[in-house]
């Protein structure tokens, strides 16, 4: 059984500051890459910021020098630091794990960015 723990999320003014941080537990194996996505109402589930093993890292365009993603490999934690926030932002946010085999969601935390 895996299970992703994910906190961080609230209520936030356009121009604040969140983070967010996700854990993994579980028969996991070895974590190969973990993620955020996010999905905001009657809108599909996108990609936010995604980071490999080796550490390199992948964003949303209209992220890019706002949101940063890290990971800690001991700890299987997963966090994303996220800045200048914008009404645009406001969404559920859900971390996710791939070991190779399956990917693994967490429950979801909301981000609430008022104008």
């Known amino acids: 059984q895996v299970q992703l723990v994910e906190s961080g999320g609230g209520l936030v003014q356009a121009g604040g500051s969140l983070r967010l941080s996700c854990t993994a537990s579980g028969r996991i194996l070895s974590i190969l890459s973990m993620a955020w996505h996010r999905q905001a109402p009657e809108k599909q589930r996108e990609l936010v910021a995604s980071?490999?093993?080796?550490?390199?890292?992948n964003y949303k365009d209209s992220v890019k020098g706002r949101f940063t993603i890290a990971r800690d490999n001991a700890k299987n934690v997963v966090s994303l630091q996220m800045t200048s926030l914008e009404p645009e932002d406001t969404a559920v946010y859900y971390c996710n794990v791939y070991n190779g085999f399956h990917r693994y969601w967490g429950q979801g935390t909301q981000v609430t960015v008022s104008s």
């Open positions: 980071i490999g093993s080796g550490g390199n890292t």
